[in-house]
């Protein structure tokens, strides 16, 4: 960041000047979030169960093939775990590169005023206000990152339940 930029007033702006750098990092953790935490958990392994149990009211299951479908579910399973593991410590990088670059952004644009803008101020009010944009813009990300990839998520569910039932095709298209 150069000291002659300026910083963007609205939020979506401010935001996205300071992940702009970290756009790779926000949108990889964004794209594990949807497979393994929306995709895998919510439509594979209820699918991979249902098939289970309806072969096995049927009658038509075999030992290797409830095995093949044991060793898919631990594998999704297993998958959404590592997730949790990879997500946590590039979500914390994430977060801590950020916080960092708005702290030293925020900090140097409030030395540039004058003499008279501290003395009309209270001694903790501004740092206390720069510690707040800091932890607000950590809930936002993770937030984001949250709520898209679930909004994503649902339109993938939408898609694949409309290709399974033809009535309910009708009804919405």
């Known amino acids: 960041m ?3 930029e300026k910083i963007p ?9 300071f ?11 964004f794209f594990m979030y949807l497979i393994s935490r929306n995709i895998a ?29 044991g060793f898919i579910y631990a594998v999704v399973y297993s998958l959404e775990g590592l997730y949790l593991l990879i997500s946590r410590k590039y979500s914390y990088k994430l977060d801590s590169q950020i916080e960092r670059d708005v702290r030293i952004s925020l900090f140097s644009y409030v030395l540039k ?8 101020k209270m001694s903790g009010i501004i740092s206390g206000k720069i510690r707040n944009i800091t932890k607000n ?13 679930s909004v994503i998520g649902l339109l993938v569910g939408v898609i694949i339940y409309l290709n399974i039932n033809i009535y309910l095709k009708i ?3």
């Open 2 to 4: 150069k000291n002659n």
């Open 9 to 17: 007033t609205n939020a979506i702006g401010f935001l996205w000047y």
């Open 19 to 29: 992940m702009r750098y970290y756009k790779f990092l926000y949108f990889s953790l």
């Open 41 to 69: 958990v919510n439509y594979i392994l209820p699918f991979i169960i249902k098939y289970i149990t309806d072969t096995v009211i049927q009658g038509n299951i075999s030992i290797k093939l409830g095995i093949f479908f």
């Open 113 to 120: 005023h004058s003499m008279s803008y501290y003395n009309n």
């Open 137 to 149: 813009i950590e809930k936002i990300i993770s937030d984001s990152i949250i709520f898209f990839s």
């Open 171 to 173: 009804v919405f298209l």
